[in-house]
């Protein structure tokens, strides 16, 4: 089986100005269930779309242009979907991290990768999920300014988790793959959203997430995604 991720992010990471930054998105386990939820949100979008301005195909509702009612519409349309959130609380991120924009990188890959390890782990818990079936990963996230080579280093990080297992020299020890079965490379692709749909509905998702973070009510997205929460 192969595991489509689909994500983006809300929120800014600069603890200076900030105190909360979101990564959430959609993971499917099968390739006809992410077929199906795209051409979902499609048409829910669709009903939208009049109501921005968008008489053609060539639209885009990000959830920063939309009424808080139609953004929990587009949620509620990925109800059945598995969704995840990883929280960063930037107030007890160690300082140090801030200081240049490499370090903000690493860390948040570090983030992103440990919270997919996390959601992984806790569908393989819940039966959902057989760590041996799996023969492909493919994550799609909305593109930004991450360079060419942080791509490429966090692809490789991704892989190394669930492919090929970490050291931890310091401590002599080895943490063994997720996926062993796992076939080729690890597929990590940055697109822009308004040519794909579930990145889309990732933004709403982070967004609903980030939202309702910062204004202290997010017990009402208890059990409506799989929640990381960092440091």
Same mark, same amino acid.
């Given at each position: 089986m192969s595991i489509f991720v689909y994500g983006d992010e809300s929120g800014v990471f600069d603890a200076a100005h900030h105190d909360v930054f979101v990564f959430g998105g959609l993971v499917?386990?099968?390739?006809?269930?992410?077929?199906a939820e795209y051409r979902r949100f499609i048409a829910a979008e669709r009903k939208l779309a009049p109501l921005y301005g968008a008489t053609d195909r060539n639209f885009e509702l990000k959830a920063c242009r939309l009424k808080n009612k139609h953004k929990a519409g587009l949620f509620r349309s990925t109800n059945h979907c598995i969704r995840y959130a990883f929280v960063v609380?930037?107030?007890n991120v160690n300082e140090n991290i801030f200081s240049s924009k490499k370090s903000k990188q690493r860390? @948040?890959?570090?983030?992103?990768k440990a919270g997919l390890k996390r959601v992984f782990g806790r569908l393989i818990q819940a039966g959902k999920l057989k760590p041996s079936s799996v023969s492909g990963l493919f994550i799609r996230f909305d593109e930004?300014?991450?360079?060419?080579?942080?791509?490429y280093e966090l692809r490789e990080a991704i892989e190394q988790e669930f492919k090929f297992g970490t050291h931890n020299f310091k401590y002599n020890t080895f943490h063994p793959p997720l996926f062993p079965g796992m076939q080729g490379t690890v597929h990590l692709e940055f697109r822009d959203s308004k040519n794909?749909? @579930?990145?889309?509905a990732s933004d709403i998702i982070a967004n609903q997430m980030w939202y309702h973070e910062i204004s202290g009510q997010f017990e009402k997205m208890e059990g409506k995604a799989i929640v990381v929460r960092f440091p």
């Open positions: 499917f386990l099968n390739k006809e269930a992410r077929d609380d930037q107030r860390y @948040l890959d570090y983030v992103y930004h300014t991450t360079a060419t080579d942080g791509r794909d749909a @579930l990145i889309r």
